[in-house]
């Protein structure tokens, strides 16, 4: 019985860590395509970085939270993406919408 919950430790670990994964690859994939999207002069519009800069941290963020560098998704790059996807969905994603009157598929 000793040697069972080890074995049943790292299963479970296993699948909180694909659980985050697949939420930040998503989170990161939607607020990199909505920040693609979008024009250009709404983002000084709203008082916030140039859509390039979204871009360039929402890219940097994407691609250091991919498994294949080695970090895990608990480290702290992949939890910087966490932040920055949420940080553009939860603040500047609710902007634009408002600039654009709220129409469209974003």
Do not use: N
Not at 32 to 61: E, M, N, Y
């Amino acid at each position: 019985m000793a040697y069972a919950a080890p074995i049943f430790v790292f299963e479970v670990r296993y699948v909180i860590e694909l659980i985050l994964l697949v939420f930040a690859l998503v989170v990161e994939g939607v607020a990199l395509v909505h920040a693609i999207t979008q024009r250009s002069d709404a983002f000084p519009a709203i008082g916030t970085l140039p859509k390039g800069g979204w871009i360039a941290i929402l890219a940097v963020c994407l691609v250091l939270t991919l498994p294949f560098f080695g970090f895990s998704v608990l480290s702290i790059f992949a939890l910087a993406g966490i932040a920055a996807g949420l940080i553009y969905l939860l603040d500047v994603r609710p902007g634009l919408r408002d600039l654009h009157d709220g129409k469209g598929f974003w």
